[in-house]
């Protein structure tokens, strides 16, 4: 069990406070150690609990003993000199000498981009291609910077908005409907008759004829089997993030959701998020309108963020999502998602692949983005979720309530590069179950989140303890087994710079214990 330092990210749709808050000292940058909770002056979007090959992007590792004397490592190295114990049998035989996932706690104070991950093989063949251009892999302009697809997973740590996957159809074109806007419009009557259906849309777009071939020449290869519902999904969305120009999306987004009664602040106020109706329009009519307001709530946030921007029209057309504590979702590469706001967990496959259509500063890739676009009207994917051993849910749409007031819960989207764990542990307590199912030959990392955690391993005689203050994390090797985590007394100041405790925090005798955030391999 060694001490990680998390990289920060420093995006311009982060927070000023709550990372900082979250990880005062705890963090490390490159060259050093860095004290976020000093840095209040500028937007702290992500912290990283990662082995990811490019440096910037690898946490360090705290190796050595109190007594010996610490030195700082980068955790991919401690990985590649050291696999098999570190990783264990199971993961060095799927992944090789790397951690399969990168684990990060985000604060999104404000939109960020309209994004897809790329699907595997388009990683692998964008990856080649921008390395055969001499493109270098930590340059703005690049999109691929690794081989890998990205799946993720978000578990709500607060509060989080979303918008998520495509919306069933009869649902768009009521929300596109609802905006008095040419563009809309025309992506309306695309999604109704399979194309723009006469001179007012072409004028919304300001072309003429070609652009619905220009458009369908966009298509992945894959689209010859598509149903025609995914051809008009695609055709609708493409056209905004390919020709929508200075659309005054606040003026119109407003004006739509004050004619519709502003649904929109009241929903905020409360319960989950997830769709939860059938994509048949078998929905009563008070929630269609709900839904439909939700909708305009995350695209007029999102156009308030980016005024000019057409893509928040894009907004129209899919899933709005609300999370709240200890919900979450999968996002599966090929997922249109745009995040709107709050404070999460996410852990995904070992990638740093975005492709963004809009809403953001950074560098964008329409083309590249539309050959991996997922264009079926899904409801949001929600993982599996494990309480006390007993399976809940996985691909339903309204989340078993995982309240993490009330002890832990596993959570695991289908595939096996990870896994999360998140909740309380009570003070004096033992966490039990699910710790001693994932001691078995898995790399873990455990992040105190919250008020404070006691960790103990025991490897043959050596017994390793340390204590978690809020915001620092443990790299536990998969050689080190079965991790105890009890709950510690209440030290809720930010993390020191260390994150090496002695164990010997009066555990019992304070009330608060500790929010624990373990990932995992999922085998
Ligand atoms: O590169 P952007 O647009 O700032 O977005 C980065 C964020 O988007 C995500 O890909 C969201 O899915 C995160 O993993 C990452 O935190």
Known sequence: MVPILPVPKWYAWGSYDRLQTMFGAAGTAGDGPIDVG??????????????????SMTSDVLVGSARRGTRRMPLADLLRGDPGPMLGETASRHWGPTLPYLLKVIAVRMPLSLQVHPLDFEARRGFHREQSAGIPQDDPARSFRDMQGKHEMVVALEPFDASVGFAPVSRQIRALRSVRHPLARAMADILQSGSMTGPADRSAVGT?????????????????????????????????????????????????????????????????GLPTGSSSGSRSGASAASETSRMLANALRAAEAFPGDASALCLLMMNP?????????????????????????????????????????????????????????????????????????????????????????LYHPCIDEFSLTYGHVEAGRVADWPLPVLAQDRPRIVVCVD???????????DVRRMTLRRGEGVFVPADDGLLRVTGAGNMTGAGNSTGVGGGSESIGHQKTGGNLLMASTGI
């Open 208 to 272: 003429a004829e070609p652009t619905m071939a220009v458009i369908d020449r966009m298509m992945p290869e894959s689209a010859r089997v598509w149903s025609e519902t995914s051809r008009r999904v695609f055709r609708a969305f493409a056209l905004a993030v390919m020709y929508g120009r200075d659309v005054d999306t606040v003026t119109v987004l407003r004006e739509a959701v004050s004619r519709l009664g502003d649904h929109a602040g009241q929903v905020a106020g409360g319960g989950t």
């Open 38 to 55: 000093a840095m209040t002056g500028e937007p702290l979007a992500e912290m990283w609990f990662s082995a990811h090959g490019q440096r």
């Open 451 to 461: 008020g404070s955690l006691c960790c103990e391993t025991e490897r043959s005689d």
């Open 321 to 409: 999502v609300r999370l709240r504590e200890g919900e979450s979702v999968s996002i599966p590469p090929g997922t249109p998602h745009v995040y709107i706001h709050g404070l999460a967990a996410e852990i995904m496959t070992n990638s740093d692949n975005v492709l963004r259509a809009g809403l953001t500063v950074k560098h964008r890739d329409v083309p590249n983005l539309l050959r991996s676009l997922n264009t079926a009207p899904v409801p949001p994917v929600v993982p599996y979720t494990v309480r006390d051993g007993e399976r809940r849910g996985g691909g339903a749409r309204r989340p078993a309530r995982c309240d993490p007031h009330r002890g832990l819960t």
